[in-house]
C-alpha cells in the first residue's frame, strides 16, 4: 500500500465518521459501521486511529475547521460589515441537516467527554468573537450606533443560525431559516446609521 | 387497583418517557426502561398505551402543552409588548438541559415519524404566530416603528431561544443564553421608538 493510499484511507475513515456521527449520533456510530462505509478493515482503522473516539475527535475537528474556513472567507472579504455579516447569515447551508458542529450539542456522548466537547465550545467561542469584532469595527466606522453591544448581539447572531437549523428541522423546510435571518437583518438594520 | 392508582400509573409512564426522551433519545429509550422508571408492569403499560410510539406521542404533546402554557402566561400578563417578551425571553430556564420540544428535532427517529415530528412543527408555528401578534400589536400601538416586520422578527426571536440552548450547551455554562436573550432584546430596543 503506498502513501497516497494511505492517506486515501485515513481521509476516508474521517469522512465517513463525520457522516455517521452527523446521520446517527455518537452511540449509533459503530467502528464497523466506520469500516463498512469507508471500505477500509479493522487493521487498517486501528493503524490510523486509537478507536472510535480518537476518530471522532478527528471528525468532529475537521468540521469544526471548515466551518470556520467558510466562515472567514465570507468575515474577511469585502464590503461593509452589515454586507459581510448578512453574506455570512444567507450563504448556502444543508439546513435540514442541521449544522455539523451544533446538532453535537445535542448529543450526550459527545457532550459528556470534556475532549470531543472542546472544538464545539471552540468553534462558538471563535465565531462570536469574529462577529464581535465585526460589530466592532461598524460601531466604529460610524456604520453602527453607539447603542449596539458588539458581544451580545454576535452571541444573538450565532444563536439565531444555530436556532434557524431547528426550526427547520421542525418545520421540514428551509424556508423559516431563511425568516430567521431575515428578522436578525432587520433587527440589525435598526442600528444603522 | 382503583381509578386514581390506574390515573396515577399512566402519569407516571408519561412522565418517565419524558426523562428519558429527554436524557436518552427516542433510540435510546426501550418500553422496560419506562416501565422500570415509572415502576409500572409490562401489562399495566399497554393497558394504557399500544406501545413505544404511542407513549412518545402522549409524551411529546404533554411537553408541547406545557411549553405553550408557560408562554402564554408570559404572553397575555400585564405589561408593554417589550416588557412581556422580555418576560417571555428572560424567565427561568433548564438550559443546559436543552428545550424539551426542540432537543426532539436532533432525534432523527422523532423527525423520520410525521406523527410525531407534527406537536414539534405545530408548536414553533404556534410560538412564532403568536410572537409575532404581539409584535404586530406593538407596531400598531406606535411601541415599535414601522419597519419591523413582525412574522420575520418573531422568527427570530424564537430562533434566539433555541440557538441559545445550543451554545449554553456547547460552552457547558447558562451565561451565553442570557448573553444571546441580551442581544436580541437590544435590537429590538433599536426598533423602540
Known amino acids: ?6 492517506r486515501g ?27 463498512e462505509r469507508a471500505a477500509a478493515g479493522q487493521g487498517s482503522m486501528y493503524h490510523h486511529f486509537h478507536g472510535k473516539p480518537d476518530l471522532a475527535l478527528a471528525a468532529i475537528g475537521r468540521s469544526a475547521e471548515e466551518l470556520r474556513a467558510r ?26 441537516k442541521g449544522c455539523p458542529v451544533g446538532r453535537l450539542t445535542q448529543d450526550p456522548d ?5 475532549e470531543l466537547r472542546r472544538p464545539v465550545e471552540e468553534t462558538f467561542a471563535w465565531l462570536t468573537g469574529r462577529l464581535a469584532a465585526l460589530l466592532t469595527e461598524g460601531r466604529a466606522s460610524g456604520e453602527f450606533g453607539g447603542g449596539l453591544d458588539p458581544a451580545a448581539t454576535a452571541t444573538a447572531l450565532v444563536a439565531v443560525v444555530q436556532g434557524g437549523y431547528v426550526l427547520a428541522r421542525a418545520s421540514g423546510s428551509a ?7 431575515d428578522g436578525a437583518l432587520g433587527l440589525l438594520a435598526a442600528h444603522s446609521r
Do not use: C, H, N
Open 9 to 35: 484511507t485515513r481521509e476516508r475513515l474521517i469522512d465517513s465518521t463525520r457522516e455517521l456521527l452527523w446521520e446517527r449520533g455518537y452511540v449509533g456510530t459503530s467502528p464497523k459501521a466506520i469500516q
Open 1 to 6: 500500500m503506498g502513501t497516497s493510499d494511505t
Open 110 to 114: 459527545v457532550m459528556a467527554d470534556p
Open 71 to 96: 466562515a472567514e472567507a465570507g468575515f474577511s472579504g469585502p464590503g461593509t460589515v452589515t454586507e459581510r455579516i448578512t453574506g455570512y447569515l444567507r450563504r448556502e447551508r444543508e439546513v435540514l
Open 175 to 181: 424556508e423559516v431559516f431563511g425568516r430567521a435571518v
